[in-house]
Nanobody, 124 residues
Framework: QVQLVESGGGLVQPGGSLRLSCAAS????????IGWFRQAPGQEREGVSY????????TYADSVKGRFTISRDNGKNTVFLQMNSLKPEDTAVYYC?????????????????WGQGTQVTVSS
């Protein structure tokens, strides 16, 4: 069965960095794009970043451009989200998700499988 497992969240001070990982199994990993989303308490889910199946197509939300970097290792079935210069407003549960084949971008309705999420808290 399809599984997506996030890791790497935690508590970090403003200006700090974290690296999230999304380990995938149960499907042919390099056939699918992967996206990262986040949801803070009381707020709607927000698309953060997307990477296409080969890694050549990448999208970032304006709120994270220049601070976050998405990458993937198809040999390890893993997608990474490097988060630098973290701000308190980045605090949220971060989810990775698999996009349906032949789709791209950060429309959550185009994603069919989701991980359980990892908490990121940015606070002094």
């Amino acid at each position: 069965q399809v599984q997506l497992v996030e890791s790497g969240g935690g508590l970090v001070q403003p200006g700090g960095s974290l690296r999230l990982s999304c380990a995938a199994s149960g499907f042919t990993f390099d056939y699918y794009g992967i996206g990262w989303f986040r949801q803070a308490p009381g707020q709607e889910r927000e698309g953060v970043s997307y990477i296409g199946r080969s890694g050549s197509s990448i999208t970032y939300a304006d709120s994270v451009k220049g601070r976050f970097t998405i990458s993937r290792d198809n040999g390890k079935n893993t997608v990474f989200l490097q988060m630098n210069s973290l701000k308190p407003e980045d605090t949220a549960v971060y989810y990775c998700a698999r996009i349906k084949r032949f789709y791209s971008g950060l429309n959550a309705g185009n994603y069919d499988y989701w991980g359980q999420g990892t908490q990121v808290t940015v606070s002094s």
